[in-house]
């Protein structure tokens, strides 16, 4: 495999109308000839609506009506004379057979969810054809082995690496870009599955580890990883650079630039990944490599999963018994919910840990059947669900060797009236993490952001 192939990705936030899509084949044209894979996204909104869909079912048909419209007006705005003909007629296609079962399975659900990225992918991959480019499209489905957790798959990567090198070698020797739709894979026995919300970002990594690539560009509609999410804070400001580590962390705490599990797939392999912005292709946006930089800047930039419920697990009895914790997290995974963050005090009174609002009441449930025997004793006293907790992560490698960091944070929190329901920091010192009522949580974001001036130029 060659070194010098580049992997670019296609946001659908970017993939907005035709004027968008023209733009971006400007932008691949621009890095030819290096061999290239375009990853592509469905376009945006699509995904919503597709899922739309499948929840309503049969009754879904005005939902698919309205797609098949989007599709073909992108189709007629960029095609002309035959290509246009032939796209056309791939979108009718698709449209056509999009059967939406009374019964939505969650494999039929991942095949119902495939065709935006399908759909935008032929598209991009005529619009490349069109501009003189020698390109073809591939079907992720040959590429991405999965397992069969659907809507939340996770990729095979011995399998997928041998799956993309035996496909995409051949063409990238050829001088051919390779287009390969966003977001869904397979299982070994052909089964179509999805990476989760935001999966493209998977996809891309996945290539370029396969590929040995040396770079990952993901266009995005925002100049790069921000301080902050824009959204929320204002006067965010583009992070130049971010260590694999401290990058993964936010995504993980909620920054939906980049997919949460989107960095596993390179390890520690020096493949840099850009986030770029779509709207400016000569900016630098931000590199997420292995290089420590910034040392001057020991928080980079803060994150925040909204919509989370703290639940605690308080009790005398608790103090110097084992196996409490080990019960306690085996509780919540026998319900199916996932924690995200978890703090104990060294009294050993209580427990708390955070978990999606909607799953709460079934963790909560699941704890009081498995310490019904403790709590009959009075060993332990309930589980407490706090529901409408947000959890912001206040993120940076320097944080580990800069005394102070907590001080910052919970000052400015307090000089902004808001109180802390609960705070965890691993010993990495990489992530501090701090618990607010959900109405204070874009108020506590703004505060520390403040408080570390992140919204000064970082460089
Ligand atoms: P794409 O469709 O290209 O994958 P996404 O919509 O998934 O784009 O991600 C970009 C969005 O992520 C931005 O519009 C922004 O609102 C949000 N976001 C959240 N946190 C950050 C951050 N720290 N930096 C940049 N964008 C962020
Ligand atoms: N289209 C999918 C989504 O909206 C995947 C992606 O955009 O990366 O989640
Ligand atoms: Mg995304």
Redesign the pocket.
Known sequence: MSRSTQVH?F???SLATAEAMAHAVTIVLAHRPAPMVVVV??LAG???ALLDIATKGPRGGAGAAALRRKHLGVARALFSGARRKDVISRVDEAFADLKVPRKMTPPARDSL?AR??QMSARLFAGALAQAGCPVEYVSATDLIVTDDTFGQASADLARTGRAVRKTLGRLLGRGVVAVVP??IGATPDGQIT??????????ATLLASALGAREVSLWKDVPGVLTADPKVVPDAHVVPQLHAREAAELAYYGAKVL?PRALIPLGKRNIAVRIRPFANPAATGTEISQRSTLRAHPVKAISAIPGQALLTVTGNGMLGVPGIAARTFAAVQHAGVSVSLISQASSEHSICFTVPSGSAERARKSLRETFRREIARREIDGVEVRAGVVAVAIVGLGMAATPGIAARAFTALADAGINVVAIAQGSSELNLSVVVDGRHGAAAQRAVHAAFQLNKVIS
Do not use: I
């Not at 999805?194 to 996809?203: A, I, M, N």
């Open positions: 990705k946001g659908g936030a996204s469905a699509v995904t919503d969810l935006g990225e966003g977001f999805t990476l989760g919300r935001g999966g493209s970002d998977l996809t997919h």
